[in-house]
């Protein structure tokens, strides 16, 4: 069974702070794509990383995959209250539509 | 183009019933996953259908069920609900980008409630 760990589960920081939230696994994925999830709404798709060692940046979210493909981290500069969600990671054991998702981060960021 | 759609939104239902949940894919798009959302188990893959067959199936009990129509138009159904199929079900649709990576894109849920 493919699992993906991700950590850490609760993050609570102040604006401008800086975090890092890391997905890691024992098993190698096609692709890891990143999901930002609000309350009552579905997951919204960042960014997918396809490449070992890919590295990938959306304003101030920095995106970076292992260069052996099990793992991935994601990266915030300067957090602002707008960043506040659950982010979620998740792997594509192949070139299908299933994915393996982490438990997600679930992150306040307060004025 | 229109996001995926799913309906409906919120459903109550009773132990032992069974209950029928519609996704509507993003235009183009012929694969569709189903996902259960629990606050213990986070997200979970129920499974996919592609070009009206099912590829991929994940662990769940064979009360959970599903089908895609030639639009790519799905449904997915549970009979003799339990307690613990409490949860939002989530949709998604995809496409087959360069590289065959399937990029997901997701429906709003159906949050399902059984008493």
């Known amino acids: 069974t493919q699992l993906l760990e991700q950590s850490p589960q609760f993050l609570s920081i102040q604006e401008g702070e800086n975090l890092t939230v890391y997905c890691n696994s024992s098993s190698v994925f096609s692709s890891l794509q990143w999901y930002r999830q609000e309350p009552g709404e579905g997951p919204v798709l960042l960014v997918t990383v396809v490449t070992g060692g890919e590295v990938k940046k959306l304003k101030r979210l920095t995106f970076q995959f292992g260069d052996a493909r099990k793992d991935s981290s994601l990266h915030i500069t300067a957090a602002q209250p707008g960043d506040t969600g659950l982010y979620l990671c998740a792997g594509a054991p192949g070139n299908t539509g299933k994915l393996i998702f982490g438990q997600g981060t679930t992150l306040q960021v307060k004025p | 183009k229109a996001g995926v759609t799913q309906t409906p939104r919120y459903l109550i239902k009773t132990r032992g019933q069974q209950v029928t949940l519609s996704c509507s894919p993003i235009s183009g798009h012929r694969s569709v996953s189903w996902y259960q959302q629990t606050p213990g188990q986070g997200l979970q893959f129920l499974f996919e259908y592609f070009s009206e067959t099912q590829r991929n199936k994940g662990n769940f009990p064979g009360r959970f069920s599903g089908r895609q129509f030639s639009n790519s138009r799905s449904e997915m159904n549970v009979s003799t609900l339990e307690l613990g199929d409490s949860a939002l079900y989530l949709c998604?649709?995809?496409?087959?980008?360069?590289?065959?990576?399937?990029?997901?894109?997701f429906g709003p849920g159906t949050r399902l409630t059984v008493t």
């Open positions: 998604a649709s995809s496409w087959a980008r360069a590289g065959g990576i399937y990029e997901q894109y």
